[in-house]
């Protein structure tokens, strides 16, 4: 999950936060036990509110204090809308984040696809107290999803195929990707695909999946490595304008928090992710038992070598 327009003011951080905790009936992670910055020797690690981003902050968590580094955990959260206030403020620390939207969130007006090229650019685009660490390989986009149904019943491999066809359909997807520039927006200026209606759902989760399976909506964001996909056979229509750049995962952490050790525990988990893993976690987070993401997160770590 995952990922948008630029930074909100601390106002609007509080009203999002109000009105998430409000739909999600739960605290808000970043309010328990007060918004202040940890100690020196502390990192507190956040997540969005979709499980692929919480295995992976288990992942950082666990890894970091495999070396014994104090950690503390401030899981789903919520969107970026709602995190990346607390990254600033230092009420987080460290949070997996996707190469990409990251930069579109922080320059609405980027244009750089290539992973490398993203990379950089999203490094000259953080505010200073920010840094990004090594980027894995592994790499999870949004992406139009459809039933193989309605890819076959419009002959739509591609974003370009359905742009005729998007005024005859419901899309559904998080709130935030309405809005985002490489979401609703973007989908209309590059294909030129307007679509009938827009249901806010959830990030890609079991909201949004039934919907689709279940014709509510005949269109989702669904991220690329979801298990739900081949589950449900599903059709990810390929992007060759390249509306969605290139997410590759990467530790987002606080400049104040970087020293030789956590950078070598971070860039060790960045060297052994791949997309492979990504979807393998995911499914493994699916899966009959429904293990939770810190079990999910230790197997990996244990299997790599990095527990």
């Not at 739900?228 to 390249?242: G, H, R």
Request: glycine content about 8%.
């Amino acid at each position: 999950m995952r990922r948008s327009l630029i930074a909100r003011t601390a106002a609007l951080a509080a009203i999002s936060a109000l009105a998430l905790a409000a739909c999600g009936g739960g605290s808000d992670p970043l309010n328990s036990g007060g918004s202040a910055a940890a100690p020196s020797d502390t990192i507190i690690v956040g997540s969005a509110n979709f499980t692929e981003n919480q295995i992976l902050a288990e992942i950082y968590a666990q890894a970091l204090q495999a070396k014994g580094i104090n950690v503390e955990k401030k899981l789903n959260i919520g969107s970026r809308e709602t995190y990346f206030p607390g990254l600033q403020d230092g009420s987080i620390d460290l949070i997996p984040e996707y190469t990409g939207v990251l930069l579109q969130f922080l320059n609405k007006q980027a244009t750089e696809t290539a992973p490398d090229a993203v990379y950089t650019a999203l490094k000259s685009a953080l505010p200073g107290s920010l840094t990004v660490l090594d980027k894995s390989a592994a790499e999870d986009k949004d992406a139009v999803v459809v039933t193989r149904e309605t890819a076959t019943r419009l002959n739509a491999t591609s974003l370009a195929d359905l742009a005729p066809n998007c005024g005859q359909l419901t899309f559904g997807g998080p709130p935030e990707f309405q809005t985002r520039p490489d979401g609703i927006p973007g989908i209309a200026e590059t294909y030129g695909c307007n679509f009938k209606e827009y249901r806010s759902l959830d990030a890609g989760g079991p909201l949004t999946v039934s919907a689709l399976k279940n014709g509510d909506v005949q269109a989702a964001d669904i991220f690329t490595t979801d298990a739900s996909i081949p589950a449900n056979d599903f059709v990810v229509l390929t992007d060759p304008k390249d509306n969605f750049a290139a997410q590759n995962v990467v530790p987002l952490i606080n400049k104040a928090k970087v020293n030789d050790t956590v950078t070598q525990v971070l860039n060790g988990v960045s060297a052994k992710l791949t997309t492979e893993n990504l979807t393998a976690l995911n499914a493994e987070a699916a899966g009959d038992t429904k293990p939770s993401a810190e079990t999910v997160a230790k197997n990996w770590l244990t299997q790599n070598g990095l527990g």
